[in-house]
């Protein structure tokens, strides 16, 4: 499979990485709005303007799109499903039926296949939800996120007058966890959910006071969270705050039985070092499957939902019946 890049920021690093990973890949070109020149890309190969795209469509099998989901998304991959195999990992859930229906349009009429929301949530959590939902029909869905690093989040709090740098990290409240493993099916606010805990390098002379206030009763980001902010020096930033950790549990809990009376819990969880290789990686897999389908002449857009398992992995049918059934 022949894979190229749109973008070049954390995500793309982590598709590049993760093609040495998957011997069936070979990575041939990243695409970038800025000026190909001030590019180095860490395998070596070329970077190329993104108004050049069209003429490698011949020598690209699946592109991976890794821009961010607000305005980069709705774009793109609209864009490029009509000359492309595409891929991305679209996370803005309100949005997604929307985005959808814009790539499956774009897909089609360019006979390709595409495939949106990709990760591991939405993605990989979606399917256990799903898996869930099916297996336990009476029941209820929980998903916790962190201790990780929104990307976000943390973007929000940079804009703030006064700010230099700034990571915020999604805490789930084990209290919560353990009510929800317990089986207990307790009914949860956002806040009794999550707490944020905010790292933050103000520059010379800033308002502390006005910055920390701003940041917890910011609309739709922290004024519905208990969130604690601290104040820390550029050095203590650059040593402990430089990785991109994530993960989170998603739970499906329900009762089975002639009286309800045995209690089940699903639990899948994530604990990662870094959540763009992570992400990264599903993309790759997922990749792999939309190359095959395109080469069963299947067409237009799709979701983790539509995919196979098999579909995901370098294997024959009777590989993976031998080895991991």
Known sequence: MKIAILGYGNLARGVECAVSQNADMELKYVFTRRDPSSVKTASGVPAKNVSEITQYRDEIDVLVICGGSATDLPEMTPKYAKDFNVIDSFDTHARIPEHFAKVDSAAKAGGNVALISCGWDPGMFSLLRLYGNAILPEGKDYTFWGRGVSQG???????????????????????????????????????????????????????????????????????????????ISREEFERDHREMPHGGSVFRTGATGAGREHRHVIEYSLKLDSNPEFTASVLLAYARAIFRLKSEGKTGCMTVFDIAPAYLLPMSAEEVRAHLL
Do not use: W
């Open 153 to 231: 989040h943390s973007d929000a709090i940079r804009r703030i007058e006064g700010v230099a740098d700034a990571k915020q990290y999604t805490v789930p409240v084990e209290s919560a966890l353990a009510s929800v493993r317990a089986g207990e099916d307790p009914e949860l606010t956002t806040r009794q959910k999550h707490t944020r805990e905010c790292f933050v390098v103000a520059k010379e002379g800033a308002d502390l006071s006005a910055i920390e206030q701003s940041i917890k009763t910011m609309p739709n980001y922290f004024d519905e969270y208990d969130t604690t902010v601290h104040f």
